[in-house]
């Protein structure tokens, strides 16, 4: 519960003053609680009669979003927002349902779009769908994206998005995050050193390019690998 109530401090906190906010829309399907008589947001495992399974149309997820989105801009007037539908594909019932969820989904963010300034709306889903369309960009339950989908989505996503020097510091953030995963092999001292002085060279040059970010951990984890 600690726990819990902290991240919703830190939520709250971060929210006064983010620039912009991304939401995603899974699905238009929701738990209905039968002696409550409303929405759940988690079943806390309940048994599941105690839930009944529902449809919501356009236009309650629409003015659900709306206020949201007002309630949002209470605490920060200057928030952008980006709108987009989860590219994951509900078929635990089957594909007719997840089709008719996402188009709900879609004439929903659609409608809040046209009708706000500061809401922006990204395709992933319709990448997903229409670019993607074979099963090669699937993991192996044909449901989820793999790595190469997740890849092709996210750089669409920072070409649309994010300034040339953004883009740069993600790259190298990227290399960075990737030199961590590698496997350290101590028995060649003189390629684990220049690998190390790489890592390090990566780590200045992010922060000179963006001294806001904190990469103390990062410049910690490749100082003590020789050691």
């Not at 495992?45 to 659900?64: H, Y």
């Not at 605490?75 to 987009?84: D, M, S, V």
């Not at 590698?182 to 001294?211: G, T, Y």
Request: contains cysteine; charged residues 25%.
């Amino acid at each position: 519960m600690d726990r819990i109530n902290q991240n919703i401090d830190d939520s709250f906190s971060q929210l006064t003053k983010t620039n912009c906010l991304i939401l995603t829309l899974g699905s238009a399907y929701a738990y209905w609680h039968k002696d409550k008589n409303y929405v759940v947001a988690n079943c806390h495992k309940l048994p599941q009669t105690c839930f009944e399974r529902i449809l919501l149309d356009n236009q309650t997820i629409e003015d659900e979003l709306l206020e949201t989105l007002k309630q949002i801009r209470k605490i920060n007037e200057h928030i952008r927002f980006i709108l987009t539908i989860s590219p994951i594909r509900y078929v635990k019932y089957n594909m007719e349902e997840n089709m008719l969820s996402k188009s709900i989904l879609k004439i929903a963010t659609s409608h809040i779009v046209n009708q706000s300034k500061d809401v922006e709306y990204f395709p992933s889903y319709e990448i997903m769908i229409d670019d993607l369309r074979d099963y090669r960009f699937y993991q192996s339950d044909m449901i989820h994206p793999n790595e190469t989908a997740v890849n092709y989505i996210w750089a669409k996503f920072s070409q649309h998005y994010f300034s040339e020097n953004t883009q740069q510091i993600a790259d190298i953030m990227q290399e960075i995050n990737l030199g961590k995963q590698h496997i350290i092999k101590k028995n060649n001292a003189e390629a684990l050193q220049k690998f190390q002085q790489a890592m390090l060279n990566k780590i200045d040059k992010v922060q000179r390019l963006a001294p806001y970010l904190l990469l103390e951990s990062e410049k910690q984890y490749f100082n003590h690998i020789i050691e």
